[in-house]
């Protein structure tokens, strides 16, 4: 068993720094380099990119629910401990429940980023780089992006304190 959870937790991470890492490289360096580029050769990049990556940090996404639910097992977490008071008052409870929220939160904006609003803004980029919507579209996926690793970040300190304590 304690394999298995070995395998688990570095699974867990691994799923975690692919997702994280292909966002820093998003951000910090495609995005600028497009920016300084042939705009209308940006939209059609960051179609294909934005759309492989989506698979990418979606099939991450479903490691970490399954890893992360087996590390949360290990540890004794059952589905009925979120309805004990005394967990949910302990530091563990904390961390557990505030990972747990961060985390809906980081579907609710990748879903709205990578089905509806990036799809949307790489079209328009393509269509038309210059226009008014285009330049609307990649600034509010922009921030839904930036809003999402700073999310990440924090799924990050929270991992660590479920491990090691606040
Ligand atoms: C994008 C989402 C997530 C990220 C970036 C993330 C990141 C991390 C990291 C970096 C650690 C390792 C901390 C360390 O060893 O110091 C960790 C541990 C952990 N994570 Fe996540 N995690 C995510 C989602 C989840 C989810 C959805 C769950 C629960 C369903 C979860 C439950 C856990 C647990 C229980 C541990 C402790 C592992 C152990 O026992 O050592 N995580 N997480």
């Not at 570095?10 to 300084?36: E, K, S």
Request: charged share 15%.
């Amino acid at each position: 068993m304690h394999g298995l959870y070995l395998a688990s937790v570095t699974l867990h991470i691994l799923a975690a720094v692919t997702w994280i890492g292909g966002m820093f490289f998003l951000v910090l360096v495609v995005v600028p380099w497009l920016r300084r580029g042939n705009r209308a050769a940006a939209g059609a990049f960051l179609r294909e990119t934005g759309l492989a990556f989506r698979t990418v940090g979606w099939v991450c996404f479903g490691i970490l629910v399954v890893t992360g639910t087996f590390n949360l097992w290990v540890r004794g977490v059952r589905l009925e401990t979120f309805a004990n008071r005394a967990w949910l008052a302990s530091s563990a409870g904390h961390a557990v429940t505030l990972k747990l929220l961060v985390f809906a939160l980081v579907i609710a904006v990748s879903a709205v980023h990578d089905f509806r609003l990036g799809p949307r803004a790489a079209a328009e980029i393509e269509a038309d780089p210059d226009s008014h919507v285009a330049h609307r579209l990649r600034r509010q996926a922009s921030w839904l992006g930036r809003v999402n690793v700073l999310f990440a970040l924090a799924l990050v300190v929270l991992g660590v304190i479920i491990v090691r304590g606040w």
